[in-house]
Nanobody, 116 residues
């Protein structure tokens, strides 16, 4: 069982920045993939950014150039740096850990609200 705890969400004005974190109970260096997903009210959960154990990253088109995912293996923590935030980025952001092809874990989510 792997536990993930997100933190750092909050209220930010349009154009602002925020960094959210996800600390895990496992050794993320051994996980094939870590990612951030989000779910806005009335919408399906969508992938925002993911990072492979190789360090390769992948982003949703809507956040490319604005968001950056990174990982600190020593701290078992994954970050999502969000810049130039827009009102449409408002959502609950969830951390996901792909431990194996059979096991995937989710955090409880952290609310990000972009509003003036």
């Amino acid at each position: 069982q792997v536990q993930l705890v997100e933190s750092g969400g909050g209220l930010v004005q349009p154009g602002g920045s925020l960094r959210i974190s996800c600390i895990t109970s496992g050794d993320i260096a051994r996980f094939p993939k870590m990612g951030w997903h989000r779910q806005a009210p009335g919408k399906l959960r969508e992938m925002v950014a993911e990072i492979l154990s190789s360090g390769s990253t992948n982003y949703a088109d809507s956040v490319k150039g604005r968001f950056t995912i990174s990982r600190d293996n020593a701290k078992n923590t994954v970050y999502l740096e969000m810049n130039s935030l827009k009102t449409e980025d408002t959502a609950v952001y969830y951390c996901n850990a792909l431990v194996s092809i059979f096991s995937s874990y989710w955090g409880q989510g952290t609310q990000v609200t972009v509003s003036s």
